[in-house]
């Protein structure tokens, strides 16, 4: 197995091969290119994780294209092979970007662990940019899912901040995806590469808030054995999302807002400073201008907060994107249940577009994991819907959304469950075996 792939730039075809068997024995896998605008063309279309190049190339220096191959391909190390004695064009090569130098003809020795040196370099490079890439499709804002004005407004915004240092506001209800914007304005900032550190306000009881959040020294309260790093400082050079911030006590306010004036503050029992250079976006599904005026959030912070804000529409608001949503909920949700389930009728897509999505997106998701599980088929039908559900949005209403439609299905689907054991039905039902004699006949179910 290739071990990485090498190549060599020399106008000198004899040492090109020489060297290349070399390192070929190596397990490496070898390129050749005898001047500068071959080797550029062949790395248009080529991965390669070292360059060996000469300093003298036909068209070109080999010290002065270091600047371009580490600007086009900064994962890939370049080593320069300069002539016997011409130390300033190595010291040169190697204030460019070059990983190093060595002498033609003069340093056999040094070629192997030094050629192994730089491709451990590069290859763990091309992993974390492959980690990046990764990490940017899952969080960017590719992987916001929608087409509806309302949800495309939202990302311009988002997008257009992404590239600042300012702190972010996110509005919206619960479920609306706030924690999702979060992390795709993280991960397009210059900060992508730093933690992301999501903290729910309204998780964490106010006691313990202050001290997750800003971490305490040893001996600061009874059961602090050893001193503690709270969420900003792990957040140092990236980004700190508070979401619920509206539910945060009065007294951690003033101490956020120390830290988006100061950038720094002091840990619980602790008289020094800590520094840190953190962006914060906050989000909160409550009106702080009435907390205000209740006297529940400070002025002040929410004036530092609301720099940039975002309104994030609701699912209500946004109806067109639930047949896309849905899709994709069915296609990644489906594998993990171990269900084969491929899409959904025309009934069951009617009953999401019509039903009043308290919980938006975090609701939907659930409502589909939920039909999944319970699907007898490749296709969601309503009766896999919570009964509830459909008299809340249909009732009385065709379509397979009468009420009376709704617990016949229901009644059959239980009878398939239990394998036609109309005993076993009545007691998951919870009503009594005659009752249940007295729905078949009523419904016509044979079973």
């Not at 795709?184 to 009881?205: D, K, L, M, Y």
């Not at 911030?245 to 400073?273: C, H, N």
């Not at 509830?388 to 239980?414: R, S, Y």
Request: proline share 3%; hydrophobic share 40%; net charge neutral.
């Amino acid at each position: 197995m290739a071990k990485g792939t090498i190549l060599i730039i020399d106008d000198e075809e004899q040492l090109r091969k020489l060297m290349g068997r070399l390192l070929a024995l190596e397990g490496y896998t070898i390129l050749e290119a005898a001047n500068g605008r071959n080797a550029l063309k062949l790395l248009e279309r080529e991965e390669v994780q070292v360059i060996l190049s000469d300093v003298k190339l036909p068209d070109a220096n080999g010290v002065e294209m270091v600047v371009t191959l580490r600007q086009k391909y900064p994962e890939t190390e370049v080593i320069v092979l300069t002539a016997y004695g011409n130390i300033p064009d190595g010291v040169q090569a190697i204030r460019n970007g070059a990983f190093d130098y060595i002498t033609k003809g003069d340093d056999n020795n040094r070629i192997i662990p030094l050629v192994s040196k730089a491709m451990d370099k590069s290859l763990l490079q091309f992993r974390v940019k492959a980690l990046e890439k990764k990490i940017s499709g899952k969080y960017g804002f590719d992987n916001i899912i929608g087409q509806s004005a309302e949800i495309k407004a939202a990302i311009a915004l988002a997008q257009k901040v992404a590239a600042t240092d300012v702190t972010v506001l996110l509005l919206g209800e619960t479920g609306a995806g706030k924690e999702v914007f979060a992390q795709s304005i993280h991960q397009g900032s210059e900060r992508r590469t730093q933690p992301f550190v999501a903290v729910n306000c309204s998780a964490i009881g106010k006691e313990l808030l202050e001290s997750e959040l800003f971490g305490y020294k040893a001996g600061a309260f009874t059961g602090a054995n050893k001193d503690r790093t709270g969420f900003l400082e792990e957040a140092n050079k990236g980004t700190i999302f508070l979401d619920e911030i509206g539910e945060m006590p009065m007294e951690l306010q003033a101490k956020l807002l120390r830290v988006l004036e100061t950038r720094e503050f002091y840990k619980v029992g602790d008289a020094k400073p800590v520094k840190v250079n953190i962006r914060i976006i906050a989000a909160t599904n409550r009106n702080l201008e009435t907390e205000i005026e209740q006297g529940h959030f400070r002025a002040d912070l929410y004036y530092r907060l609301s720099s940039f804000t975002i309104k994030l529409p609701s699912l209500n608001e946004r109806r067109k994107d639930i047949p896309q949503l849905a899709h994709f909920f069915i296609s990644s949700l489906a594998p993990k249940l171990n269900k084969h389930v491929e899409g959904m009728s025309e009934p069951f897509m009617t009953a999401l577009q019509h039903h009043h999505w308290k919980g938006n997106i975090r609701e939907l998701r659930n409502v589909i994991e939920r039909a999944i599980i319970l699907a007898d088929s490749a296709t969601l039908e309503p009766v896999d819907l919570p009964i509830d559900f459909h008299w809340e949005q249909h009732p009385g209403t065709g379509n397979g959304f009468k009420l009376a439609d709704v617990e016949k299905q229901h009644i059959i689907k239980t009878l398939q469950h239990t394998k036609g054991n109309k005993t076993k039905a009545a007691e998951l039902l919870d009503i009594g075996l005659t009752t249940l004699y007295n729905k078949l006949k009523e419904y016509s179910i044979h079973s």
